[in-house]
């Protein structure tokens, strides 16, 4: 599966390991895989599928849960660090299409504040500081996913 190959890559450079400021739906950034198993009510349940951690290691896909938001459906992926703390949720979607998903964020975030296209990936990022998170969407062959993570702002630990 070459998707997953790059969904690792990209997992690995779009992942901000930086001090939690907000949080995702029923999880708050630092959570334990507990934690988060107890907020999501039971729908959040162990993940043996392995190619959907880092490629380097950095952080582990320990759970994995049904989602549905906007008219689509995604399998959320949240990611851990090392010192087991959430770090992001990676959602694959499973039902929908990825021009309607990219319609649906920037009717949300506005345009994109950074974007990059390859013939192998497309990525577009926005800085929702209101919420203070990072969403990251990229298209990966026929696949697409939309990853949230916390935003790092100049002045706080782990900005500039």
Known sequence: MRAVGFTSALVSNLIALCPAMADWQYTKWGMTPQQVMSASK????????????????????????????GGFQFRAGFMFGRDEKLKAVNLALQSGSCPSL?????STYGPEQSKSNTSALQIAAWWDQKHANRVNYAVIGSHCYVQYSPLSLPGQPGGL
């Open 42 to 69: 039971g729908a959040a349940v162990a993940n043996a599928d392995r190619s959907l951690d880092a490629s380097d290691g950095s952080v582990k896909t320990e759970l994995v849960a049904p989602y549905q938001a």
């Open 102 to 106: 990219l319609g649906s964020l920037t």
